[in-house]
């Protein structure tokens, strides 16, 4: 068995309903709440003013931050600034992915003060040393796993753009509250692009090299719940309670071992693109998934046709698929042809239809990296992949 690393978790409180306790949680940490959340998910939940409730009820004070988008440094180092001289106990995010990395930025950055550009991966030039008041995470989708990530995504959007992380495993959140009754509410595209989030985090974790026995069940124990709910939370299940809490149950597992085995070529990909285009991250990931993934198996299978990584593909095409394990051939086959049913039946946009054209290809890959990928693909390789998703 190989050597392997695996980091702490937030302190989990999963199911629906258990949004009800997230008063006496935050008031564990003290009376003074800065809450940020989003423009939409949270209101649309028709939720919010139970939750303010038990905050008030539970003796809390709280600011509100509202917005929608992805978090800029910006906005980050606005809400700092407007902070730092009053006694913050607990930052809590109510929102999506994006909601909850500005929730982790911030608790990380009131600590110190300093711009937070300078302590981003890449683009910065400092090492933050991992103080933090308090954070609680509330998912209102289920896709990025945030709620149970150590990095907090920033991003400038522009043909000088960055997508870069925030990253210290004490970043982790304090607890993740997730509550699937949260999410019922998530629009169907969203929940599409979300899941097919999640779907890819539990792929490339899966086949990282750095994954380890401990991120393999997990992922194991949640392609299956991808498998029974993805198309039935995005259609005409929506608000079947049991499906939303698959899909919770997936996004959070996905959070915990992309934290703690990485990620591969589509989010190293995903980066880049989302710097120099507003295309939605979720998007990308699922647009780009089955073409990705293909072309890594076809590598694979031409350098290291005994390797582990191609017996893991071919393993979580048949969990995608439950189908009996049987041969290696035959869960790759499997797996491709899953890939591209979810990507037909999901209607996930082409690349092509945020404005991105063949043009493009090489300033997109100039950014654009392997991460944990279990083969290495090349700049000519990776252009092959988006290419298919311009036109496909």
């Not at 038990?54 to 709280?62: A, M, P, Q, R, Y």
């Not at 509250?177 to 985090?201: F, H, N, R, W, Y």
């Amino acid at each position: 068995m190989q050597n392997f690393q695996f980091y702490r978790t937030p302190g989990i409180l999963f199911g629906p309903g258990q949004r009800k306790k997230a008063g006496g949680a935050a008031a564990a940490y003290g009376k003074n709440l800065l809450v940020i959340n989003g423009a939409e998910s949270l209101n649309s939940s028709g939720m919010k003013e139970e939750i303010w409730t038990l905050f008030e009820n539970s003796g809390l004070k709280f600011n509100e931050y509202q917005f929608s988008g992805e978090p800029s440094p910006e906005m980050i180092n606005e809400i700092v600034k407007e902070n730092l001289n009053v006694k913050i106990d607990v930052v809590i995010g109510i929102g999506g992915g994006s909601v909850i990395d500005a929730g982790k930025a911030v608790s990380a950055m009131l600590t110190i003060g300093e711009p937070v550009e300078e302590y981003l991966e890449v683009a910065g030039t400092k090492t933050h040393p991992g103080s933090k008041v308090p954070f609680i995470a509330m998912p209102t989708t289920s896709g990025t796993g945030s709620e149970a990530s150590a990095n907090a995504v920033l991003s400038r959007t522009g043909p000088d753009g960055f997508k870069r992380s925030l990253r210290h495993p004490n970043f982790v959140p304090d607890l993740a509250i997730v509550d699937p009754e949260l999410t019922i509410s998530c629009p169907s595209k969203i929940t599409a692009a979300c899941g097919l989030d999640a779907l890819t985090q539990l792929i490339e974790s899966y086949v990282s090299p750095k994954a380890s026995p401990f991120t393999d069940a997990l992922v194991e124990s949640a392609l299956p719940k991808i498998r029974g709910n993805l198309l039935k939370a995005a259609f005409e299940e929506s608000e079947n309670i049991e499906v939303r809490t698959s899909m919770s149950y997936s996004s959070l597992i996905s959070g915990i071992t992309l934290a703690n085995a990485g990620l591969g070529v589509v989010h190293g990909i995903a980066s880049a693109v989302g710097a120099l285009f507003p295309v939605p991250h979720g998007v990308v990931c699922g647009t780009l998934l089955k073409a990705a993934t293909e072309k890594t198996i076809q590598k694979l299978k031409s350098l290291d046709p005994s390797s582990e990584a191609l017996r893991k593909y071919a393993r979580a095409g048949f969990l995608l698929n439950d189908v009996s394990f049987s041969d290696t051939l035959t869960g790759l086959q499997l797996l491709i042809r899953k890939l591209q049913e979810y990507t037909e039946r999901l209607e996930v946009p082409l690349l092509s239809e945020y404005g991105i054209k063949a043009a493009d290809l090489d300033k997109i890959i100039r950014d654009s990296g392997n991460k944990e990928n279990p083969v290495k693909l090349d700049a000519a390789e990776m252009s092959e992949i988006i290419r298919e998703r311009i036109a496909a």
